[in-house]
């Protein structure tokens, strides 16, 4: 560019700079945005993956029907060890008990003292020491101290299922990023030596599988699965040891991995879409000024210029807004980064290494913010540039050739002069009509998707509300004879009906097969349960089926699969056909009466059925009360009294709560998703009246001459004035119908997503109502607001002024 | 197409544009030839085609049909680009609204078409310009922008960029509409002085007067010439 050029440059940039000002705004805060979530994304996963693989994960565990002693589980591993594709093998056991006087679960993981802790291990970090801890000591979680309310160096006792209550010293604290935390689980995790217990049995093989050749961890499930599969078989067929099932977790994914994934991808897309609409309304802008410029232009192609230079002079305007932004978002954006890696790091429980970005994101941030202007203001760019001198000598705004829609319009009978006036100008441009409504239909169908999927997450909590039939829910520390703990239960005042559940850990599989689960170490991410229904006069209702039919009353051998699990288990079975179940401890056949279609539930039972697999009693471990009052105040009160009463029989309650607990929790985890969806909208709503209010003050603009005209045959500055709001209202609305169909398929995909995401399925299809009248009232008076500086402009434009206007 | 022989030729040129549901002819079968060193003034009504013919002449229009040769240039041959890259060289445009660059001083608007045509040197590109507009008598109001000067003073500084690339054909539409009688005399004096040294000179104007010093006046009604008789010097 020419120094003439570059002089011209500088002093169209100082005589339009509150209009670049306002585009570098615009870009900076939406690439501070972006590019602090996308340093943040791909730093979460490289911190996350690390951490996680820091502590060795099994890549599968072959859990045992019953336990071993932990010297012939030893001999199992090194057996196992010597296997071709096999890193690395161990024994280890795990149960869930509890420390007497506290309500939260404890989940124990059990090692033998001469674990070489090569895999699935942890640090010791308070006090400092290693494994394994002496005989009588625990390590406990550090993130489930506070949430077991014990300290290093307190006693606790700890109960186990089948064994007496354990007392043991709290002697360190644990970090272990292989799981999720304690609070979100709600439960605590402690580290035992097989030492501290009397007998000590091991149930579990844990292997570390690699594809031939390689000596790190397979990324590859189905190559983790076949060895899983082999060396069962081999437990089974040649060492006489039933395997119950083989949990095989996605390799190389921290459990919470797919949520911060889905938090963080939503937060990018958001972000990405505000960049998108930044940069649209930056391509609005500049197109303003070049329509402006455009007899500037025709004189330089009078004078000599040619299309290329004059396209270079406006590039390098482009240019200039973009890089001022870029410069202006890096350090924000990096300090942003940081601080949502810091924060979602500390949710899921896992210690930086490093809070360094990958190089290749600094890299996107220039290209996104030098490159993605420029590109969308191309085309006004090349289109200004190629004006003739002809074009450039016919313009004086609006388009010289009224459409066939704006002839149309004229003709529209019944409506004032002036709106009818305004409504032509609305889409006398139709580029700019289209950018302008185009941004303010984006803005909408983000807002409105983010609030209606606001209200389908509700919806899809009343539905839940609806069918918790129940005020209080009563878990037992173990299973106990229904009639026995339901008889007391009704007598406890308050309680109007008592109905009890009883549940097992389970493993489904075609039939004859293992089955093969997803399930993590903690027992809780990827598990499977089998649900024992009550019957008789119970207050549940049957789900709504989507293949073959519910449970019959006292049915045994029967199963319902829920379709999900189905799905995602054994996808070939449907109804009628028979799976092998191992629950309890056993394995036994089944046939599959119905598949549910329901969000919640894996395998269900009747309680008959569950009792004749488990060789047992009909027993209880759940109990769901409806209370006479469904105050909250009667609920605690109802749950205070049956944990006493309980107590008081010799029964082990490990909780006790109203459902309003239960709710909080729920509420507490999908609360986050719609605040973010909110925050993407809300940002992209202001982006939106902004380029309202630049496409307005770029109307007016480009008729200064017809304005002038007006005023000079006699128009009233109010009249003017009048016009150009009914004009921004116009395009409002416009925008408004526009949206209507994005709104409704962002919606369904937003619904389909997340559903699948957190729910396990589809999220029921809501437009919410409120949120349409909230946006159609905002983009009208933003429109009124956005407008008025042009239109108070419109109105005080002399007749002198607009004859000399260049 | 670079061709020699006169400054103009136009042979037949005919412009329509289209207006409603049917066509409008500015300039009908036209034919006009202009030798290098004539001034010739272009006059006739409103409507009459002047301003057309001058379009055509300086590329800003296309005929519709027949043959527009200027400067050695056949210009239907010419792009967009072409004729820009032409005009840089070739000839000097003046308006009637002076229609300088607002955000340049005036020394910087007459540099502006060395910069794009590139004949004359980098250096010499300002003291060329201060020249020119000393020439014109506005060189004292060379660091200013256009918006600080009057009409007259405007349209003098306009009449030295269209001077910068020292084109052989200066092209003028209405040069004097927007300035008052004093000030339009002396702007015709300035142009009276560029054809003395030799450069061809078309002006479309209402000025009565200016028969006392062009060469030529060709009167156009209705998109043909009516007389294209020869004017009497002063």
């Known amino acids: ?485 339901t008889d007391l239960v009704r007598r406890v005042p308050g309680v109007a009906r008592v109905e009890g559940w009883n549940s097992a850990e389970a493993g489904v599989a075609a039939r004859g097969q293992i089955p093969v689960t997803r399930t993590y170490p903690d027992q809780g991410h990827g598990r499977v349960m089998l649900d024992a229904v009550p019957a008789g006069d119970a207050m549940f209702t049957p789900p709504p089926m989507a293949e073959g039919r519910w449970l019959e009353p006292g049915e045994t051998g029967a199963i319902v699969l829920n379709q999900n699990l189905r799905d995602t288990t054994v996808p070939d079975v449907t109804a009628g056909d028979t799976v092998t179940l191992y629950a309890g401890g056993t394995s036994s056949s089944w046939r599959v009466v119905g598949i549910a279609g329901e969000r919640e539930g894996d395998i269900f039972t009747t309680a008959e059925g569950f009792a004749q697999a488990m060789g047992q009693p009909v027993q209880v471990d759940q109990l769901r009360l409806a209370t006479t009052d469904t105050d909250e105040r009667t609920r605690t009160a109802v749950a205070d009294a049956v944990d006493a009463a309980l107590s008081g029989a010799g029964f ?74 009914a004009e921004g209202v116009f395009l409002a609305l416009a925008s408004c119908l526009v949206a209507v169909l994005p709104v409704l398929a962002l919606t369904a995909v937003l619904g389909a997503s997340f559903g699948n995401l957190f729910m396990s399925a589809a999220l029921p299809f809501r437009v919410s109502l409120p949120a349409v009248g909230i946006w159609v009232a905002l983009v009208i008076v933003g429109s009124i607001l956005a407008t008025d500086a042009a239109a108070t402009r419109a109105s005080r434009i002399t007749v002198r002024e607009a004859l000399t206007y260049l | 197409m670079i061709t020699t022989g006169p400054e103009i030729e136009v042979v037949d040129v005919v412009k329509t544009y289209p207006l409603g549901e049917g066509d409008v002819v500015a300039v009908d079968h036209l034919s006009l030839t202009i030798e290098t060193g004539e001034f010739v003034a272009v006059v006739g009504r409103s409507g009459s085609g002047k301003t057309t013919l001058l379009n055509l002449l300086a590329g800003i229009d296309r005929p519709t049909s027949g043959i527009v040769r200027v400067a050695g240039a056949d210009l239907g041959g010419l792009s967009e680009s072409g004729l820009a890259e032409w005009r840089g060289r070739n000839v000097g445009l003046v308006f009637q609204f002076f229609q300088l660059l607002p955000t340049l001083t005036v020394v910087e608007n007459v540099m502006l078409p060395m910069d794009f045509a590139g004949k004359i040197p980098a250096h010499q590109r300002r003291d060329r310009a201060q020249e020119l507009l000393e020439r014109v008598g506005v060189g004292d109001q060379a660091g200013k922008l256009p918006a600080t000067l009057s009409g007259g003073q405007q349209q003098r500084a306009a009449i030295a960029r269209a001077l910068a690339n020292d084109p052989p054909l200066l092209l003028a539409d209405e040069p004097t509409g927007n300035l008052d009688s004093h000030t339009a005399g002396a702007v015709l004096e300035v142009f009276a002085d560029l054809n003395t040294e030799g450069r061809t000179i078309v002006v479309v104007t209402h000025e009565r007067d200016i028969r006392s010093i062009v060469g030529r006046e060709i009167v156009l009604a209705d998109g043909r010439i009516v007389t294209g008789e020869e004017a009497v010097t002063a």
Request: charged share 15%.
């Open chain 1, 652 to 725: 082990t309650v490990a909780a006790a709560n109203s459902v309003s607990r239960n709710q909080a929790i729920s509420e507490g985890h999908l609360g986050p998703v719609i605040v973010i969806l909110l925050g993407i909208a809300l940002p992209l709503g202001v982006i939106g009246a902004i380029g309202l209010a630049s496409t307005m003050s770029a109307n007016v603009l480009d008729r200064t001459r017809e304005f002038g005209v007006m005023h000079a045959i006699g128009a009233r500055p109010k009249t003017v004035r009048r016009i150009v709001v």
């Open chain 1, 1 to 485: 560019m020419s120094g003439l050029m570059a002089v011209k440059l500088r002093r169209d940039l100082r005589a339009s700079w509150s209009r670049f000002v306002l585009m570098v705004i615009a870009i900076a805060v939406s690439l501070t945005v972006f590019g602090g979530i996308l340093s943040a994304w791909a730093s979460v996963g490289r911190e996350t993956t690390g951490a996680y693989m820091s502590t060795g994960p099994a890549s599968a565990t072959i859990v045992l029907q019953k336990g071993l002693p932990p010297e012939r589980m030893a001999a199992l591993a090194a057996a196992a060890r010597e296997r071709g594709g096999v890193l690395e093998a161990t024994g280890r056991g795990q149960f869930t008990g509890q420390i007497v006087g506290k309500t939260i679960p404890l989940q124990v993981f059990l090692a033998a003292p001469q674990d070489p802790m090569r895999m699935a291990r942890f640090d010791v970090r308070q006090p400092s020491a290693g494994w394994p801890p002496a005989a009588g000591d625990v390590l406990i979680r550090r993130d489930s101290l506070p949430l077991l309310g014990v300290t290093v160096g307190d006693t606790v006792t700890v109960t186990a299922p089948g064994s007496e209550p354990v007392r043991l010293r709290v002697a360190g604290a644990v970090y272990d990023p292989s799981l999720a935390p304690s609070r979100q689980e709600q439960k605590g995790f402690g580290y035992l030596s097989t030492a501290s217990l009397a007998t000590p049995l091991l149930d579990q093989l844990k292997i570390q599988v690699a594809e031939p050749g390689q000596d790190v961890p397979t990324p590859n499930r189905d190559t983790v699965v076949a060895m899983a599969g082999d060396i069962a078989r081999w437990l089974q067929d040649e060492q006489r040891v039933a395997v119950r099932e083989i949990q095989a977790p996605r390799p190389y994914a921290h459990p919470h991995q797919w949520q911060s994934d889905a938090l963080m991808g939503s937060l990018l897309a958001g972000a990405a879409l505000a960049l998108l609409l930044s940069s649209i309304l930056v391509a609005t802008m500049l197109n303003t000024l070049f329509t402006q410029q455009i007899p500037q232009i025709g004189i330089m192609k009078a004078i000599g210029a040619r299309s290329g230079r004059i396209a270079r002079l406006y590039l390098v305007m482009t240019l200039v807004v973009a890089a001022v932004a870029t410069l202006l978002a890096l350090l924000p954006a990096v300090l942003l980064g940081r601080d949502r890696l810091e924060s979602s790091l500390q949710n899921l429980g896992i210690e930086a290494t490093s809070l360094a970005a990958p190089w290749w994101t600094y890299a996107l941030i220039l290209l996104a913010g030098l490159a993605l202007p420029p590109l969308i203001s191309l085309i006004p760019l090349v289109k200004a540039s190629r004006t003739t001198v002809r074009a450039a000598i016919d313009h004086h705004g609006g388009a010289s050739n009224p459409s066939g829609v704006v002839a149309r319009l004229s003709r529209l009978r019944g409506l004032d002069r002036g709106l009818l006036m305004a409504l032509r100008n609305t889409i006398r441009r139709p580029t700019r009509f289209l950018l302008s409504v185009g941004l303010l239909a984006c803005a909408a169908m983000v807002f409105v998707s983010g609030m209606s999927l606001g209200t389908s997450v509700q919806a899809v909590e009343e539905e839940r509300a609806a069918r918790r039939y129940w005020d209080v829910s009563v878990r037992l520390a173990e299973p106990a004879a229904m009639r026995e703990v």
